[in-house]
């Protein structure tokens, strides 16, 4: 493949897109409208949100929910610095079981990243900014533990017009918009948290209250909805081999390609306090969209099914001389005993999830675990393990102790833990 296309001059790029088999954004990007501000824009985000809003600017002429990425963190600037370049535009490489089961997509839907450091001025002013109806979030499950003492949380709340963090951001942002008599945005958790629109509601109060603002807090808590979310896609990081990759096999010169697998999901509360896209429109499969009331349900579900399972498998598959996720699932001892401890222990606590066969949703599961084609270690799942424990597994042997069972798969991912340490 000798056809190159340089993200950023896209469009006059069409036809050699077109003979490299990608499939390009039928929509005018000039014409898409920002809707959404993206706090800290990871590769997940980019292979989740970002593609339903081009699917939705795409296939149903939703142009009105572009999505503007703002960097908080030191680490985001590296990719505020590449898509910037590429005038917001990357590839989305998805890869099912089969090896011919691979779709590669433009995501159209970023129109611009920015890093809040380099241009804070202009990160407060999108925030502001009527347009702005959601802002969502990526920061993963350590960004929800606020410390009121740290010394950037302290910087924020004694000078709440210039913020350093993602909590000063949004509350100045809010206060901005009261103040100006706007409505407020939503705010969206779409990180891997139980209740995570509860989580996130309440660090947002907890900083508010820091700042003695009576009517800011009033503000929050009467007009500002935080709905709860699943979500749900395997997404990798991304390396110099997938770069060398979508050069060579697609002729797409991309700095930031991102690679997941097929399956997509998102379950989210109906929630919304200054409008939303049409969700619905997504319903179907593969897009796997539910606007519901039972969130925790779902999350429940796919916390102690999936996530259990998943950090289970890798540190006892480290511990083996595994490297990839697939492989420990080639291993039919592995693969026994995550279907015992999906079966004997997390299924008798669950409770009914509307809609879902459980059965399927774990053979589902192992198909998942088991795509050859998507290259996710183990070592990458087994980082920040005490975090995820707690979340993952604790709760599994807790209840099953509650009851008298003695939870010995459970038991045996601990001491595979234990040992990785």
Same mark, same amino acid.
């Given at each position: 493949?000798?056809?190159?296309?340089?993200?950023?001059?896209?469009?006059? !790029?069409?036809?050699?897109?077109?003979?490299?088999?990608?499939?390009?954004?039928?929509?005018?990007?000039?014409?898409?409208?920002?809707?959404? /501000?993206?706090?800290?824009?990871?590769?997940?985000?980019?292979?989740?949100?970002?593609?339903?809003?081009?699917?939705? *600017?795409? =296939?149903?002429?939703?142009?009105?929910?572009?999505?503007?990425?703002?960097?908080?963190?030191? #680490?985001?600037?590296?990719?505020?610095?590449?898509?910037?370049?590429?005038?917001? &535009?990357?590839?989305?490489?998805?890869?099912?079981?089969?090896?011919?089961?691979?779709?590669?997509?433009?995501?159209?839907?970023?129109?611009?990243?920015?890093? *809040?450091?380099?241009?804070?001025?202009?990160? &407060?002013?999108?925030?502001?900014?009527?347009?702005?109806?959601?802002?969502?979030?990526? %920061?993963?499950?350590?960004?929800?533990?606020?410390?009121?003492?740290?010394?950037?949380?302290?910087?924020?709340?004694? +000078?709440?017009?210039? $913020?350093?963090?993602?909590?000063?951001?949004?509350?100045?942002?809010?206060?901005?918009?009261?103040? *100006?008599?706007?409505? $407020?945005?939503?705010?969206?958790?779409?990180?891997?948290?139980?209740?995570?629109?509860?989580?996130?509601?309440?660090?947002?109060?907890?900083? *508010?209250?820091?700042?003695? +603002?009576?009517?800011?807090?009033?503000?929050?808590?009467?007009? @500002?909805?935080?709905?709860?979310?699943? /979500?749900?896609?395997?997404?990798?990081?991304?390396?110099?081999?997938?770069?060398?990759?979508?050069?060579?096999?697609?002729?797409?010169?991309?700095?930031?390609?991102?690679?997941?697998?097929?399956?997509?999901?998102? /379950?989210?509360?109906?929630?919304?306090?200054?409008?939303?896209? $049409?969700?619905?429109?997504?319903?179907?499969?593969?897009?796997? /969209?539910?606007?519901?009331?039972?969130?925790?349900?779902?999350? +429940?579900?796919?916390?102690?099914?999936? !996530?259990?399972?998943?950090?289970?498998?890798?540190?006892?598959?480290?511990?083996?001389?595994?490297?990839?996720?697939?492989?420990?699932?080639?291993?039919?001892?592995?693969?026994?005993?995550?279907?015992?401890?999906?079966?004997?222990?997390?299924?008798? %606590?669950?409770?009914?999830? $509307?809609?879902?066969?459980?059965?399927?949703?774990?053979?589902?599961? %192992? =198909?998942? #675990?088991?795509?050859? +084609?998507?290259?996710?270690?183990?070592?990458?799942?087994?980082?920040?393990?005490?975090?995820?424990?707690?979340?993952?597994?604790?709760?599994?042997? @807790?209840?099953?102790?509650?009851?008298? !069972? !003695?939870?010995?798969?459970?038991?045996?991912?601990?001491?595979?833990?234990?040992?990785?340490?």
């Amino acid at each position: 493949m000798t056809t190159n296309i340089v993200l950023g001059q896209l469009i006059v !790029n069409r036809p050699k897109c077109e003979a490299a088999r990608t499939h390009l954004p039928s929509y005018d990007r000039n014409q898409l409208k920002h809707g959404i /501000v993206h706090l800290s824009v990871g590769n997940f985000v980019c292979s989740h949100l970002a593609y339903y809003m081009d699917i939705l *600017a795409s =296939e149903h002429k939703q142009t009105d929910w572009g999505i503007v990425g703002i960097g908080v963190r030191s #680490f985001d600037k590296t990719k505020s610095r590449i898509m910037k370049a590429q005038n917001g &535009l990357y590839t989305l490489v998805t890869k099912g079981n089969d090896e011919n089961d691979v779709n590669v997509r433009i995501i159209g839907s970023l129109i611009d990243y920015i890093h *809040a450091s380099d241009e804070p001025e202009n990160a &407060l002013s999108i925030l502001v900014h009527p347009n702005t109806k959601i802002l969502s979030m990526t %920061i993963t499950a350590s960004g929800y533990d606020l410390d009121m003492n740290n010394v950037d949380i302290q910087h924020d709340l004694k +000078n709440p017009d210039k $913020p350093r963090t993602i909590f000063g951001f949004i509350v100045h942002a809010l206060d901005a918009r009261r103040r *100006a008599n706007e409505k $407020p945005f939503t705010v969206m958790s779409c990180d891997n948290v139980q209740r995570n629109g509860e989580v996130i509601k309440r660090c947002v109060l907890q900083f *508010a209250k820091g700042l003695n +603002n009576t009517h800011l807090i009033e503000y929050i808590e009467t007009q @500002v909805t935080f709905p709860s979310s699943m /979500v749900d896609r395997i997404t990798l990081a991304t390396t110099d081999a997938d770069r060398k990759y979508v050069r060579l096999h697609y002729g797409i010169s991309d700095g930031w390609p991102v690679i997941s697998e097929a399956f997509v999901q998102w /379950v989210i509360e109906d929630s919304f306090c200054n409008g939303r896209p $049409p969700l619905e429109l997504l319903s179907s499969s593969p897009y796997n /969209v539910l606007l519901t009331e039972h969130v925790e349900a779902y999350g +429940n579900m796919k916390i102690h099914l999936l !996530n259990a399972s998943h950090i289970s498998m890798c540190y006892l598959g480290h511990l083996m001389g595994y490297t990839y996720i697939y492989e420990i699932m080639l291993d039919k001892y592995s693969k026994i005993y995550i279907k015992q401890l999906m079966n004997v222990e997390v299924t008798p %606590i669950l409770p009914p999830v $509307p809609g879902i066969d459980l059965e399927q949703y774990k053979r589902t599961l %192992i =198909e998942r #675990f088991s795509n050859p +084609n998507i290259k996710d270690t183990a070592v990458r799942v087994c980082r920040n393990g005490a975090s995820k424990f707690s979340k993952f597994v604790v709760p599994i042997i @807790v209840e099953q102790l509650k009851r008298g !069972n !003695n939870p010995h798969f459970c038991a045996l991912s601990v001491g595979a833990w234990i040992r990785y340490l």
